[in-house]
């Protein structure tokens, strides 16, 4: 009997700290797909990004995105009498997203709900060259000698975890100040590891 109870014992000494440590979180780190609409020539941007947070207090977690939106091809057409013809262009715009905020987590299930309030840059670029990876560092690189804008992003989503990973969906709008402000619709979606 002393045995079974010292067994027991054992097992639960080392079962319960794994559970407390799935709700205490310290680090978060992701992948995502981005979908950027451009309001302002109804463009439908798609690119990838990464993400960073950390818990700062309870639900309070302070988040880092960057993100790239690749070229998009496009296409134009007219009829006439006779015959019609469809051209397929590149837009050859490139846009890079770089932001930093909180993000306030309003549930403690497995799948939880939250808001977020973010500043930081974007940077639209014209470029005919491929997309890369050699053209996403020379992009970076060239940050500040470009046409960098600030933005604000004010959003939510969701959250789902099973265990130390999950996937998340964020859905919200991109504001960037240039003249006046300009509202674009910006969701991702992708997996995400806790610990």
Do not use: C
């Not at 079974?4 to 680090?27: D, M, S």
């Not at 051209?87 to 987590?105: C, D, E, K, S």
């Not at 006046?180 to 590891?193: D, E, M, S, V, Y």
């Amino acid at each position: 009997m002393k045995r079974v109870a010292l067994l027991l014992l054992f097992i639960t000494g080392w079962a319960v700290p794994g559970a407390f440590a799935q709700e205490n979180e310290h680090v978060q780190v992701g992948v995502f797909a981005d979908y950027f609409r451009l309001s302002q020539t109804d463009t439908d941007l798609l690119g990838v990004g990464g993400r960073a947070s950390f818990v700062a207090y309870k639900r309070l977690k302070f988040e880092a995105e960057m993100s790239y939106d690749f070229s998009r091809a496009f296409t134009e057409g007219f009829t006439d009498n006779s015959t019609g013809t469809v051209i397929v262009q590149r837009t050859n715009l490139r846009v890079i997203h770089g932001l930093f905020g909180p993000r306030i987590n309003l549930g403690r299930h497995a799948i939880q709900p939250f808001v977020t309030a973010k500043g930081g840059l974007i940077n639209f670029r014209l470029d005919n060259s491929p997309a890369t990876f050699g053209t996403f560092t020379s992009s970076v690189s060239g940050l500040r000698e470009n046409n960098v804008t600030g933005t604000f992003y004010a959003g939510g989503g969701l959250e789902g975890h099973l265990g130390p990973i999950g996937l998340r969906l964020d859905i919200g709008d991109e504001m960037y100040f240039n003249d006046n402000t300009h509202h674009n619709l910006k969701a991702t979606f992708g997996p995400i590891i806790r610990f």
